[in-house]
Nanobody, 127 residues
């Protein structure tokens, strides 16, 4: 089992920045690819960004490319999502997911590819 706990959400004005974090426990963190997804009430959970086990490979949804940065610190068992130039349409609950993928450079962009999820953290961007 992997336990994931997101933090760092909040409210910000358009154009501002936020960093959300996801702390993992329970297994060897560096064996897992990590992903960030977001969900608006009544809509499907959508892919935002993913990072491989080492942090050497990242992939982003077109809607956030150039504004968001995913990173990880394996020594701290934590993955981050730095969000800059935020827009009102970025408002959502942000979830981190984990997928067992040691040594893999593959990208996982479907929510069905992740086995573990956190409880989510709300990000609200006002215009």
């Amino acid at each position: 089992q992997v336990q994931l706990v997101e933090s760092g959400g909040g409210s910000v004005q358009a154009g501002g920045s936020l960093r959300v974090s996801c702390a993992a426990s329970g297994r060897i963190f560096s064996n897992y690819a990590m992903g960030w997804f977001r969900q608006v009430s009544g809509k499907e959970r959508e892919f935002v960004a993913t990072i491989n086990w080492s942090g050497g490979s990242t992939y982003y949804a077109d809607s956030v490319k150039g504004r968001f940065t995913i990173s990880r610190d394996n020594a701290k068992n934590t993955v981050y999502l730095q969000m800059n130039s935020l827009k009102p349409e970025d408002t959502a609950v942000y979830y981190c997911g984990a997928r067992f993928a040691p040594g893999s450079a593959s990208f996982y962009i479907s929510k069905s590819q992740y086995s573990y999820w956190g409880q989510g953290t709300q990000v609200t961007v006002s215009s």
